[in-house]
């Protein structure tokens, strides 16, 4: 298969796919809407040596200025679906986790309330193994079909490689379907508890406007006492820090917000400005939460 697929577009711009609305254009763009689909189209991106990005819901990505060269896929229709199974939902990579949590909810299964608070997409969520208020995905994860050039494969959980934000998915391979097997509960019971986490997350976080997820994983080192990054930043007085078009929200500092014409250069220079001051305030060093897509120049954020 040499001829470029039915549906790729070319120059994309992908600032629209995120929710901090920075960064420049793709050279390829495609959507995938099953499993072949996707295992087709990152098959003629091997053949025709291209690196592949996957963009879920956009919430906790930065998009290099200069934009990504390679191929951009987005999980669509069938690969954005929840359908329910019995006491499990079976989810494709590109559904939106707090819309399976509250499905979840409705039907009276409980094991899933923690995914209300994740802003990303099912293959994002078990790619970067994520976890919130408590919650443990890897709990009530029972398989994942990976797709890649090579076609699509099941794997259990154990295969995975999970570690804290990560697992070993490598790249070129692709979350097409994820099984979850949850439990039986009253549905208003369950219902409660998503609405407790949406009022604690609320007012918390700020929302409604161009921002995106944590932006530094919370530390283990001892010296941080215990504290979050959120609280770090804020001791360090990063809490409404701007440079250029960026902002530490006033509401939660491990927060970034565009205020309007940000680029992806000036929210990595807000980061490494906010990780310098707390390691010289508490000698922590923070690190990036946010995933990166094309040439993003990092290199202030390793030193």
Known sequence: MSAEPAGVERDYPLARLTT????GHGDFFAKADTAARLAELLEWAQEQRLRVGVVGSGSNLLIADEGFRGLVLK???ELAEIAPEGDRLVCGGGARLPQASAMAARLGLTGLEFGVNIPGTVGGAVKMNANAYG????RVLEWVEIASPGGVARRAPDELGFAYRRSNLEPGEVVARASFGLAPAEPADVKRTLAEMRAQ??????SGIKTFGS????PDDPRAEGRSAGQLLD???CRGLTVGGARFSDKHANFVENMGEATTADVVALMAEGRRRVREHSGVELEAEVQFLGEVDTEALRS
């Open 201 to 206: 997350r609320r007012a918390a976080q700020p």
């Open 235 to 237: 001791a360090a007085g």
């Open 215 to 218: 932006t530094f994983k919370n």
């Open 135 to 138: 919650g443990d995905l890897s």
């Open 75 to 77: 999980l669509v229709e």
């Open 20 to 23: 901090i609305r920075t960064g």
